[in-house]
């Protein structure tokens, strides 16, 4: 079989070269190595007589309507498969083609007397560029929906439809993978994707998790270290490529994937450590199915409700009835378990009509809550649609990026004058809980005195590590400076952590460390009780948990605390996993470089 379990067990030859990069979809996979070529742009650039402008344009909006057709129908029938992610991508895409860039190709097939092709490349190029330029991740590899949109209309313009054939037991490589094809690609149930492009939160990497195939990326220059027809080992849990012919699974244990299997489970029992302490598994996640799927795995709430993923693909904050309706559907869906809703956490050049306006350093700029703040009218339509969604269920809020105790009494006060002026139809009953993120230096050091004006602490690792080590995580020059394992990042949870049991108030764990199998027992013995995590690290960290013991995690963390550095933190947690919990782990795990 091409697909290997996460829990099996890979026999990895001392010779095998090892590929790191970062794993975006569980699962592990071996087969054969495929590239898939970049989709070619059309560059020929005719002058059109005056007759045949007319003749251009109608043959541009027959494309236009075509490709209109087909992501019409590819969401509806992804929709119906159940594959709710991807009928929003689709949904996504025709709103692009739908957003008024039409008459831009036609002005220029017009005034310029040139082609279709080439006013598409030209216009599509335009908004790629732009969009590629944002600073926030989340938003900055949303450009590859407006190339899938640029290349289907273009192959519509010359009559072709895109068209995917992959063997069995495919491991598929490619600079990067746009949405669509990566639907197409899962029809042949490819053993792994690789890319040199692409994050967490890009869409063709939410689409290889909703698809369950096993994805790595970040492996640079794959043409140079890869070969065609290679066997390789794709480990989507540890972001590794492994390359050796005598690669082979020896063991296999039931598929952590298997979703139809985990229909059959039960879950409703609270997660307990091996010494009867309660840990609650709270979902990332943004729309309801995708909570369903997470609670059937054995979630109880959503943790960290991304609010910003509203925002539109030009820039445009959604309206008030928009958010009321999402955030309806998500408490509808959670029920009494609860959705914690962040605020959003973008800044100003992110939103359509500033996208001119980058600032010299975005990560420190005007953004969450400080461009909450800075834009009450924004801030208060999004309050007031939480608080009306929460006569739905229960709904708690997260402030983002919080570096002192003003913001906190600021936005507090905002909130409860938004609530005291509704009408008593749209105002809750209960006053919703105030959280805050814990991601800044400022912070960690007086989390003791926010937890005083606060109901709970949502703790973002990922922001907390960059800041903390001054280390700007999208950066490949700096990669090895980003040290989750760093003692500073370890001393700043455990602050964090006390303060908040002190305080008598929970602490969420969000981030790749709360996803993290390798991660996990440390912060267990630091004293996290509650995480949030994605649909697929769900069942993992369900099983870790139930098979370690919150007081041996407790002489772990103080076994590491005599370390100076992250390497040595490392190994010294490796040698405890390998010698006390290593039926826990995946073997690949305990063999790779972490840090």
């Known amino acids: 079989m091409a697909k290997i379990d996460p829990g099996a067990d890979v026999r990895i030859p ?32 005719d002058h059109l007589d005056d007759n045949d402008v007319n003749k251009e344009i109608q043959r541009f909006h027959s ?3 075509s490709a209109k057709q087909q992501l ?11 594959h709710h992610s991807a009928a929003e991508i689709f949904s996504v895409q025709l709103l692009i083609l739908e957003s008024g860039f039409g008459g831009n190709v036609e002005n220029m097939i017009r005034e310029k007397r040139v082609n279709a092709e080439w ?6 190029g335009e908004l790629y560029s732009k969009q590629s330029s944002v600073a926030n991740e989340n938003f900055r590899e949303k450009y590859l929906d407006i190339d899938d949109v640029a290349v289907r209309l273009r192959r519509a313009i010359r009559g072709r439809r895109t068209a995917v054939h992959l063997g069995p037991n495919a491991v598929v ?13 899962s029809r042949f149930n490819p053993a792994g994707l690789i890319t040199e492009i692409g994050g967490w939160t890009s869409h063709m990497s939410i689409l290889a ?31 590794e490529i492994l390359l050796d012919h005598e690669l082979h699974v020896v063991g296999k244990r039931p598929s952590a994937q298997d979703t139809s299997s985990l229909r059959h489970r039960n879950y409703a029992a609270p997660v307990m450590t091996r010494d009867a302490v309660k840990c609650v598994i709270k979902a990332n996640a943004e729309d309801p199915e995708a909570y369903r799927q997470a609670e059937a795995m054995g979630a109880r709430g959503v943790g960290l409700y991304r609010s910003e993923l509203l925002v539109t693909q030009d820039g445009a904050l959604p309206d008030e009835e928009t958010q009321t309706k999402a955030y309806s559907e998500m408490a509808s869906a959670a029920g009494e378990a609860g959705v914690c809703i962040r605020t959003f956490d973008i800044s100003p050049e992110q939103l359509g009509n500033n996208a001119d306006c980058v600032p010299r350093n975005p990560a420190l700029g005007l953004r969450a809550i400080r461009s909450a703040l800075s834009e009450p009218d924004s ?4 309050v007031r649609a939480i608080l009306r969604a929460s006569q739905t269920g229960k709904i708690d809020i997260i402030l983002p990026m919080i570096s002192n105790i003003e913001e906190i009494r600021r936005a507090k006060s905002l909130i409860f004058e938004i609530k005291a002026g509704m009408a008593d ?4 009953d209960r006053d919703p809980r105030i959280g805050v993120m814990i991601e800044v230096p400022s912070t960690v050091l007086t989390a003791p005195q926010i937890a005083r004006h606060v109901d709970f602490f949502c703790l973002g690792t990922n922001d907390l590590v960059q800041y903390l080590l001054a280390v700007d995580r999208d950066d490949d020059s700096v990669a090895d400076w980003y040290q989750t394992l760093n003692p500073a990042v370890i001393s700043a949870i455990k602050i964090v952590l006390d303060a908040s049991a002190a305080a008598g108030i929970p602490t969420i764990m969000c981030g790749e460390m709360a996803g993290s199998l390798f991660y996990l027992p440390v912060l267990v013995g630091l004293g996290a009780r509650e995480f949030s995590v994605n649909t697929t690290s769900i069942e993992p960290i369900r099983n870790l948990l139930s098979g370690i013991s919150a007081s041996d995690a407790a002489l772990l963390v103080s076994n590491i605390q005599t370390c100076e550095t992250a390497g040595e933190i490392e190994e010294r947690l490796r040698e405890y996993y390998q010698k006390h919990w290593k039926d826990l782990f995946p073997t690949g795990l305990l063999s790779s470089r972490i840090l």
């Open 209 to 239: 998790r909703e698809f369950r195939l096993p994805m790595v990326t970040g492996i640079k220059d794959p043409e140079s270290l890869l070969a065609p027809g290679e066997i390789v080992v794709v480990d989507g849990n540890t972001g």
């Open 425 to 428: 139809g749209e105002r809750p």
């Open 72 to 82: 019409l129908q590819l969401s509806r029938e992804t929709d119906e498969e159940d």
């Open 119 to 124: 006013a598409v490349n030209s216009v599509f």
């Open 173 to 185: 490589v490619a600079r990067e993978l746009r949405p669509s094809a990566v639907i197409e690609l």
């Open 63 to 65: 494309a236009l309507e």
């Open 14 to 45: 001392d010779r095998a070269q090892r590929l790191k990069g970062l794993g975006v979809s569980r699962g592990v996979g071996k087969g054969t190595v495929v590239f898939l070529p970049s989709p070619a742009k059309s560059q020929l650039k």
């Open 379 to 382: 801030f208060s339509e999004q």
